[in-house]
């Protein structure tokens, strides 16, 4: 029986486990990242592990998230980064010199490789055939001192790609046509693979926006081939040494095949407040619109910009629009100036923000008072723009530029001759902003620098065998890590703040949150479906641990969240009937029962003491897990293995 490409890759990194689906396995990684939200964290977890060189082929620290300095706090957590990346080996991407995934793909990422990184828009690596995970911090300063990645084996989709997109109809209406079909939560445990004869049409951008947005299912990652294509885009970057070529087997088994006519597509667009809330721009025509963001990882290569800057040519932006425009790495933004569609985009009026997220995670461009947004964004979530009542939609760049010279959602299709562009045969290249260690001699004399904003990781203690809590909140389905430990501009600078950080815990969802658990000391959270998805912030999990929660009781879990919850020592439970959900409410005062020999067996007791009611719930922990849990998290066991 032949293999996926996922499987090939797999297992020739196979450290442990079987590659059945549902199992654990154990992965070698061979590349890190990480970005300057997530990054402080994951290196006082990597420097607390005491190790002095980074194990990998190759690690990299990006500046690119907390880039407005309206206080010390980020300045010195990117000098922080910049020493400790120093000293144990790890290259600094400097800021302004991009979004992590776009830099990454361009310069760093090679086929076949595996990358896990400290943010969840990593797969967009499997755009050049990369085998790229997000994942938490602590699990990424885990495989920078050599250790394995833990994942569960997951499921293969396959969706198969005919015909060619008709022009005004791009990569990112696949992706948004893929959440339509499979829903947030419909990758959840898989992999998916993209094959099939329209892949041909597609280049290397292209493909890295459908393996970026593959996050926006619940996919553990999503993946191209390495073809021809791959080849001319490394060699366009000066790395035709990189390329391999890689493809599934002929005879390859999938658990499910997806199939999607490309020439069949219309431009789609995502409403308020789910990637997956997906209709046809043309349903939607005349709606006023308030602002357009045209960048993120999703959508900012030197591919989507110079198709804005032709589609902007010799226009101006409606007035009552507010436009930006943040190119996704310093290369795409010189070569845009170099041929002149940068002065094209400035002279249609639109503003020109820096390479970096911006305001895709709430960094400054926040909209007005129920505003409208177009983004050619991956996320919508609730308040996540920094404006608590704005509505964003997600759209292709090609669509925003449409709501930008109309002022309101328009059909690009309308807007005459589709742009005809090609990348160059050779990018520029000027790898001067990212800075090398130091040599191993040299490292002993390099002094970490470290701000007063850092603050002590919160507190563990082993898993008792009785646990009793209220229970704190109930939630419903779908919640973000961006409901429970929100970002943006003002809460973004704490991240290695964790006390500070609880004020703002669930925040979006319930105000006094943090204030109630930290006067019960204990809590339980109670959630719907797919519980956690979204971001990899491991504070979603470090911040519930510093309020008492020590359990999350879900009808099911995110990934990424999931195994953040375990390395923090929080027990992620599943109803074993999920209609148990409606005999939980908040307030009741729960006892987890027997839980060493429950977690064992996978069935925990919870007795609702309020109502009276014994509730069955299941868990599937690996040894491994079990031991990290009892241990009272992985630091902790960690510590104790060695
Ligand atoms: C996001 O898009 O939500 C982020 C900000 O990039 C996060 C990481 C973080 O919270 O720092 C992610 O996607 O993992
Ligand atoms: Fe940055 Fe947005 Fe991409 Fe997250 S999704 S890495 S915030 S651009």
């Not at 949150?513 to 959630?527: D, H, K, M």
């Amino acid at each position: 029986m032949g293999l996926t490409l996922a499987q090939k890759i797999i297992q020739s990194h196979l450290v442990s486990g079987t590659m059945k689906a549902g199992e654990e396995i154990a992965l070698r990684i061979d590349q890190t990242l990480t970005q300057d939200a997530t990054g402080t964290m994951a290196y006082l977890e990597f420097e607390a592990m005491g190790i002095d060189r980074v194990r990998t082929e190759k690690s990299v620290a990006y500046i690119d998230h907390n880039t407005l300095q309206s206080g010390f706090e980020n300045a010195d957590d990117h000098r922080y980064i910049q020493t400790v990346a120093k000293k144990h080996g790890i290259y600094f991407s400097r800021p302004g010199n991009g979004i992590c995934h776009q830099v990454h793909l361009e310069r760093f990422g090679i086929p076949g490789k595996t990358l896990i990184g400290s943010d969840s828009h990593t797969p967009t690596g499997g755009g050049i055939g990369m085998l790229a995970f997000g994942a938490g911090g602590l699990d990424v300063a885990v495989a920078m001192g050599g250790g394995a990645y833990y994942i569960t084996m997951p499921r293969m989709i396959r969706v198969n790609l005919t015909g060619k997109l008709n022009p005004f109809v791009t990569a990112k209406d696949v992706s948004l046509e893929i959440l339509r079909i499979l829903s947030v939560k419909g990758g959840v445990g898989s992999i998916i693979e993209w094959g099939g004869p329209g892949i041909q049409t597609l280049s290397v951008p292209e493909r890295a926006t459908i393996t970026n947005m593959g996050t926006e299912l619940g996919a553990t990652t999503s993946i191209f081939p390495s073809d021809e294509i791959t080849k001319a885009f490394l060699k366009a970057q000066g790395r035709a040494g990189d390329y391999r070529p890689l493809a599934a087997d002929p005879d390859a088994v999938y658990d499910r095949v997806i199939d999607i006519d490309l020439s069949a597509l219309k431009p789609l667009i995502a409403c308020p407040h789910m990637p997956d809330n997906v209709v046809t721009v043309e349903s939607l025509k005349g709606t006023r619109v308030d602002q357009v963001c045209i960048g993120s990882c999703t959508n900012s290569s030197l591919l989507d910009l110079l198709k804005v800057a032709a589609l902007l040519k010799g226009k101006t932006v409606d007035p009552r629009v507010s436009v930006s425009v943040s190119p996704g790495s310093r290369q795409v933004l010189s070569m845009l100036a170099d041929c002149g569609a940068l002065s094209d985009i400035l002279a249609s009026g639109a503003r020109l923000l820096e390479c970096a997220c911006g305001p895709c995670i709430g960094m400054g461009f926040s909209p007005n008072s129920g505003g409208v947004s177009l983004r050619t964004f991956n996320r919508n979530f609730e308040g996540r723009s920094g404006t608590r009542d704005a509505k964003v939609y997600l759209v292709s760049p090609e669509t925003a530029v449409a709501a930008a010279l109309t002022g309101e959602i328009t059909d690009p299709r309308l807007l005459g001759d589709a742009p005809v562009v090609s990348l160059p045969e050779k990018f520029r290249i000027d790898d001067s902003a990212v800075l090398s260690p130091a040599t191993p001699e040299e490292a002993a004399s390099v002094e970490v620098l470290r701000g007063p904003n850092i603050k002590e990781f919160p507190k563990t203690k082993p898993l008792e065998n009785t646990v009793t809590a209220e229970l704190t909140l109930k939630v419903g389905d779908n919640i973000t890590t961006d409901h429970i430990m929100p970002a943006g501009s003002k809460i973004l600078p704490y991240r290695s703040n964790i006390p500070y950080l609880s004020k703002f815990c669930f925040a979006v969802c319930d105000e006094s949150f943090a204030e109630r658990s930290l006067a019960a000391g204990n809590g339980f959270v109670v959630g719907g479906e797919n519980y956690g998805q979204g971001s990899s912030r491991e504070h979603a999990a470090l911040v519930p641990l510093y309020l008492g929660v020590r359990a999350v009781i879900a009808k099911s879990f995110a990934r990424i969240h999931a195994a953040n919850l375990i390395n923090a020592g929080i027990l992620p439970l599943t109803f074993a009937d999920p209609a148990d959900y409606e005999n939980l409410n908040q307030g009741d005062r729960l006892i987890l029962t027997d839980l060493g020999a429950g977690m064992k067996a996978g069935k925990i007791l919870l007795q609702n003491e309020t109502t009276g009611k014994t509730i069955a719930l299941v868990c599937s922990f690996t040894d491994r897990q079990r031991e990290i849990l009892l241990a009272g998290g992985l630091l902790a066991y960690t510590k104790a293995a060695n």
